[in-house]
């Protein structure tokens, strides 16, 4: 097994490194979405690396080499990874799926009780629930149909424009599904610690994004006066899932709504799609090299007339490949 494998892993996590800094120089909409499916495929892309420098040993196991009819003799002789490194690679795989296991054991229920939460709501014909609470908070719950829950004081602390901007604010979170893009960021930073960036990061976008949404059209100006506002005021405590108007950084937020609105930046984006592609090239190219790696070892176990018909001749060599 080549270099390769390693790099496949060392991209992937440079992609946690770069993309926060990536994402907040892009416009929200197109940063979301860039960690969300950067997210995942370089915490798969990182996995498999792991996986792999890992199968060299399991491969190893008297049962797993009977099952795999090869050899274990001529897999050990050929094997171009180092018992440490292997052994490394698979607590990291086994910590990896725990921390994804747990992950999303909590996320499932969080958007079970988001969920429950809005089917216990009487249906008025909108997507508007008006608590009687005194203590300003507006929110929204991703569900079917997902809802806005705003407090009585916080329509009393907003003017009637400052409102429409909040509803506008949480009506984008509801559209865009930004709860899912969140959990993507979770189960990614789970699964691969080296992304652990990525979740807090995605909380700031998908509340850019939902800013943005609520400034089309309006003043951003008024946006920002709507979101300093409601900040100042103290909320209580929100459901499971919920994504407020004021669950982020709000200072950061409002001094972007009075800057110029975001642009797109396609050479930072294709920079990060390219750090993406050369961390699945190289664990793909890992792939490889083990397939082959594993065929030898199975070439040496098969009988003389079975290899000949397979093509492989009478005899099989057992590669020497140096350890890395």
């Known amino acids: 097994m080549h270099y390769s494998v390693y790099a496949g892993l060392g991209f992937a996590g440079l992609f946690g490194l770069i993309a926060p800094l990536i994402a907040r120089r ?14 995942l495929i370089s915490a798969a892309s990182g996995m498999g690396a792991l996986g792999l ?7 190893q196991d008297g049962a797993v080499a009977s099952e795999g009819h090869w050899s274990i003799r001529a897999l050990r002789h050929a094997d ?12 990291l795989v086994s910590i990896g799926v725990a921390r994804l296991s747990w992950a999303a054991l909590h996320r499932s229920r969080a958007m079970a009780a988001a969920y429950r ?15 009687p609470d005194a203590d300003p908070d507006a929110y929204a719950v991703p569900g079917r149909p997902g809802r806005i829950y705003v407090t009585r004081g916080m329509l009393s602390l907003l003017s ?8 506008a604010h949480e009506r984008s979170h509801l559209r865009h599904h930004h709860h899912w893009h969140r959990s993507a960021a979770l189960m990614a930073s789970a699964l691969n610690p080296l992304l652990g960036s990525l979740p807090r990061t995605q909380v700031w976008l ?9 400034a089309r059209g309006n ?13 100042a005021a103290r909320s209580g405590i929100r459901p499971a899932g919920a994504l407020g108007f004021t669950s982020n950084t709000v200072e950061g937020r409002v001094a972007a709504l009075l800057e110029d609105p975001p642009r797109r930046h396609p050479v930072m984006l294709a ?14 190219d890992g792939v490889t090299d083990e397939a082959a790696l594993f065929h030898s070892a199975v070439a040496v176990h098969e009988p003389a007339h079975l290899r000949r018909f397979l093509g492989h001749g009478a005899t099989a060599s057992v590669p020497t490949v140096r350890h890395r």
């Open 160 to 167: 009637r424009a400052e409102c429409d901007v909040m509803f």
């Open 219 to 231: 003043d951003r100006v008024l946006v920002a006066s709507a979101l300093r506002n409601a900040a």
């Open 80 to 91: 171009p990874v180092r018992v440490p490194v292997a052994l490394a690679a698979l607590a």
């Open 26 to 39: 892009v416009s929200p909409a197109a940063a979301t979405w860039l960690l969300t499916t950067g997210g």
């Open 271 to 284: 920079l990060a799609a390219g750090v993406l592609l050369l961390s699945v090239m190289g664990t793909f």
């Open 206 to 214: 998908t509340e850019r994004w939902a800013d943005e949404d609520a």
């Open 117 to 131: 939460l809005n089917r216990e709501v009487r249906d008025t014909g909108s997507d508007l629930v008006v608590l």
């Open 53 to 59: 420098l890992a199968m060299t040993l399991i491969g």
